[in-house]
Structures are given as structure tokens and as C-alpha cells.
């Protein structure tokens, strides 16, 4: 999985019967540092996920392994949301504020 | 998912049999901002998407979650006609033509 | 998928029994303007595609969603032999020599 | 799969319900020598790994062919501990300190 | 399939269960001129591989389908060994010797 931060939505009146009830998100990707890659994604969120969370996103097959998803054409699914995460004994980013580049 | 754009039609007489009654639209990737990022892809078109829409397609095997590509080799599948994105609270493209790089 | 020009083949002997009876061949990937883009492939061919030949190729999951993949360890197959390809309303490529850089 | 080492671990209370359970870790990947290569994932750990260990991962469905993780939304699993590995005649690494770039 | 060439082996004792017996290679990617690029991927041999072979091997849910890794979480696996291939009707590199970049 990638972290990233939820920074808006696509609207789709015409779409796969199934993608009906999901809400598309736009997530930047992340790296280890809490830094924004440039990369992003359209992904589907399982979880209820707001604007500025940042969340994990499964890829490929695995994004349709949540009960919102089963069966849909989703490539990415925002399947948890993130507290905290630290690297080498160091906090990096929490939801409270601690760490660092937030 | 990505954000792309239909510029173009891909025309095979001889395919897997599979592929038959399915269209093949050549798309551009938009970043973020929808701006094209130089790559495309072929993708089967399961919603009626039309030259110079802006999509959403999936990728690998959540391509074939559709009722068009239910067991086809397709590992690009337009999924969805977008309306319109925001980031950050600001539109960037509509189809109505309010925001920005369209 | 992506486009691609058949430029070899592959030997092999020693292969996992499910591959036997299916031949390798040595694809150059293509942008959208038929240029290569130094990438390639070995996939497996899935509909009688010959040297030269401009085609498109799924990979992963969807390589195995033919007749001749299904079950087989095979993550990339030709499913489709191109005919011609048009971008923006100009076309791009065709096997019968008109446009661009065939 | 990809040599990887254990640097950290992501917190997060609000997930989807089959993530429960699952310990996240944030894995920093290595080149063939052992170096960092500035790529990291965040993986579902399957077989007790911890901070430091050098290990192995799988992506996309194959990181769903575990015991712990089975149906579950990953797509990335620590599925080995690496004790040691060689290129070309040469002990690149061990867990006993021997070798290279450890 | 990509072509790579067996360099080296991972040794392992604490993984998960559906990998023991399971033999993994380090592997190095080749282009289609038979040079190496620099990537490399572990892979499980499903064919009996030795040191220096030039091996092929698929990835992502296609690195399951062998008699040997049905069912385990390897996302790359060896499944053919190359005895030679060939370009633009030139052979780049064959087992037995002849050709370029061997």
C-alpha cells in the first residue's frame, strides 16, 4: 500500500452500473516522509474518508476486496485511515498534530 | 483509476474472439491538474464514452468488472465519463466548461 | 493494452509444461505515434501474428482470458492484430501503408 | 518479489473491517547490493517480522496468498524473513552480519 | 515475460508455509539486446534453473499458475528457460554460444 492525502473528488453522472453509490476521491501519493510525489490517484473510498485525511490505498485486484468494492471495476481503495506512522524510532506524521511534515 | 482523455480509435479485424463487439479507444493521461502526461492507453469502452471525453479508466483485472469485459483480455477499461474534478476546493476541469485546462 | 511491433522470437525447451505448444515473440512497444519507445516484451501470441506486425498485448491477469492463455503462466499476450490506429482525426498508422510513421 | 527492510510501522484505528488484526509496516526497498533505493511500501506483515529485518514481499493478489491475509485488501506482504543472499558467488548479506552492505 | 538472467539465491528459513520447498532466485533483468538494465526481481524457480541461466519469468497473479506455485504468494516466477531468441532475424544471444551479448 502507498500513503497519501485525500484532496478532492471527481464527479461521474455516466458510469458502470456498479461504480453507482461509490465516492471517487483524488488522493496525492506520499512518500516515506510525508512528502507529496507529484503522483496521484482516482480511488474509491471504503472507509469515509474526509478532505486532508491521509489515508493507505490498495491497488490492483486487492482494491476490490472490501465490502463496498466486491466486484466493482475499482484499480485503488482507500481501505484505512491513517493515525500515525513513525520510521527508524521517529514519528513522522500523526492526525494530532505530532511529527514532522505535516 | 486515471484521468484520461479519448483522443482516437484503434481498428482490428483480427482478434481474439473475445474482443469482438468491443471498442478500442486510444486515451491520453491527464495529471492532477489535466494536464496530458505524454503516455496513453488502449482502453475497451464499457460506458459510450465519445472523442474528446474526459474518463476514468481501470486497469489490470478490475477491467473486466464490467458487464461489457466480463472475461475478456482487456487490462484497460473505461469505466466512467467524468463531469467535472476539484483539488483543494477549487474546480480544475468541467465538462460544462467552468475551471481550468480544458 | 498497449501497441507493439512483433520483431523476433523466443526458444526456449526446458518450460513450464502449461506453456508448451505456445510461441514467444519479441514485441517493441509503440507510443501513440507508433514510435518505439525502446521498451519490450515477450508475449505470447494469441491470434497468428507474424513479424512486422503492429498489435496490441494485455498484460497480467487479462493475458490469460483467451483461448489459448487460459490457466497459463503467461503475463503478457497479443489478443488483437492492429489494422490502423487514428489520433485527434488523423490516422496515425495503417497495415495497408497509409499514414504516418509505418 | 522485492528485498525490503523493516523501518517502521503505520497506526491506524479506522479501517475496513478485514484489516483488523493486520500489523502495518512501512518497508524501505533494496537493490540487488543491498542499498536503499528511496522506494518504500507499506506491507501487511505474515510472518512476525521486525524492526531491522531484512525481508521479502509479495504484490498485487499474490500478497493475498497467505494465511493471514487471505481476502483481505493488501497488496503488499512481508511473506519471508531473509537470512542471507548471494550474486554472482558472493554473500551480499547476512542476517549474522557476514557480507556486504548491512 | 521479461528476460533475465539467474545471478544469485535468497536463503530463508522463517517464511510463510506455502513457500517451503519453493527455490528463490535472484534474478537480473535483460533488454532486448541482452544487456543488463539494472532491475532485478527474487523470483521461485518453477523449472530447475541454474546459476547463469537465461530464464524468463512472469509476474503479478501469472507467477501462480505452475504446477509448483499454485496457490503461494510469489509474484515472480521463473517459468521458461531460454535457449536462444532473436531480433530483426538476427540472433542477440543463444545458449549454445552463438550470437551478440552472451
Known amino acids: 500500500m502507498q500513503l497519501a492525502r485525500v484532496v478532492g473528488t471527481v464527479v461521474s453522472t455516466v458510469k458502470e452500473a456498479r461504480m453507482h453509490e461509490l465516492k471517487l ?4 501519493l506520499l512518500d516515506e516522509q510525508g512528502r507529496e510525489t507529484g503522483a ?11 478532505h486532508g485525511d491521509v489515508v493507505l490505498f490498495a491497488g490492483g485486484s486487492s482494491a476490490r476486496q472490501t465490502e463496498r468494492t466486491d466486484g466493482k471495476p475499482t484499480d485503488a481503495t482507500i481501505m484505512a485511515i491513517v493515525d500515525s506512522w513513525d520510521v527508524e524510532g521517529k514519528v513522522i506524521w500523526s492526525a494530532s498534530g505530532d511529527g514532522g511534515s505535516s
Chains 1, 2, 3, 4, 5 share one sequence.
Open 25 to 28: 476521491q483524488v488522493v496525492r
Open 40 to 50: 496521484y490517484q482516482v480511488a474509491v473510498d471504503a472507509v469515509g474518508a474526509g
